[in-house]
């Protein structure tokens, strides 16, 4: 799938960036990524604890920003607690790197945003199977390098973070047609005659597109529903969202799809 492959690109490009500019960051301070292409500008931190993060914008793009892990976890994603400062923890599912290495946020614009506001985090991770890691992150300094990658990106830099993060009455002004249910059921459901459900979450673009999306929960398991469910919720797109009358394209979207063969 599509964001499959960007986020495969996204880690070839976060890992050639920590490379280097590995030893050279202080610890806790954004400074620009060295090399970048001519489209992306990008900022890395590094905390005293190893952990290193990129924000990348690529003209065009949502910001993206990835963080290193000490212990790599062998699954496709994990759910995760992000604690910002003082507020209360906001429990969410984030996608892993092949290797298990390298976490994608989410909503990249909002843990950015609390840094250059001099906020610390607090990321619990609880995998499937295995124990459970916590990392504190203290606020960096210099938030000038990440205020404009953000700026560059399109994104607000203020604190608190517009409303609007997570969507439940969407305006969609694209919908998945038979034809898209024919072309993705799952061959074996197909042929087989078995209906199924599924849960994915999403993330919208700035212009409506539906992204990114990650598999919650599929029945029956083992069948593709969430696979395919997550192909096709990229068929949808809705009006492009603004908050304070810029565009915004950090909301998450939780969609069950159904899928019968009647």
């Avoid at 400062?85 to 990249?108: C, H, I, K």
């Avoid at 499937?128 to 300094?141: C, I, K, N, Q």
């Avoid at 969407?170 to 993705?184: E, G």
Wanted: proline fraction near 8%.
């Amino acid at each position: 799938m599509k964001a499959l492959a960007f986020a495969r690109s996204l880690w070839v490009f976060t890992a050639a960036a920590l490379s280097s500019v590995a030893g050279t960051v202080h610890a806790q301070t954004w400074a620009p990524v060295a090399d970048a292409p001519r489209n992306v500008v990008a900022a890395s931190a590094e905390w005293p604890s190893g952990v290193q993060m990129i924000a990348r914008c690529t003209r065009g793009r949502n910001l993206d920003v990835v963080m290193t892990l000490g212990q790599p976890v062998a699954q496709p994603h994990v759910a995760v607690d992000v604690t910002l400062g003082d507020t209360e923890p906001n429990g969410q599912r984030w996608r892993l790197s092949e290797d298990g290495a390298v976490l994608f946020a989410r909503q990249p614009g909002r843990l950015s945003s609390s840094f250059v506001n001099g906020r610390s985090a607090v990321i619990s991770l609880t995998p499937d199977e295995g124990p459970r890691h916590r990392y504190e992150l203290g606020a960096p300094s210099n938030p000038a390098v990440l205020a404009q990658v953000l700026s560059d990106c399109g994104q607000s830099t203020a604190w608190p973070p517009p409303d609007g993060s997570v969507l439940t009455n969407p305006d969609w002004i694209r919908r998945p047609t038979r034809l898209d249910f024919a072309r993705l059921y799952p061959s074996f459901a197909a042929e087989n005659g078995i209906d199924g459900e599924a849960l994915v979450q999403c993330r919208v673009a700035v212009n409506g597109r539906v992204e990114d999306c990650i598999i919650l929960s599929e029945s029956p398991e083992g069948h593709g529903f969430g696979a395919a469910s997550a192909a096709l919720a990229q068929e949808f797109r809705m009006t492009p969202l603004t908050v304070d009358d810029r565009p915004y394209g950090e909301a998450l979207i939780q969609m069950p799809i159904n899928w019968r063969m009647r």
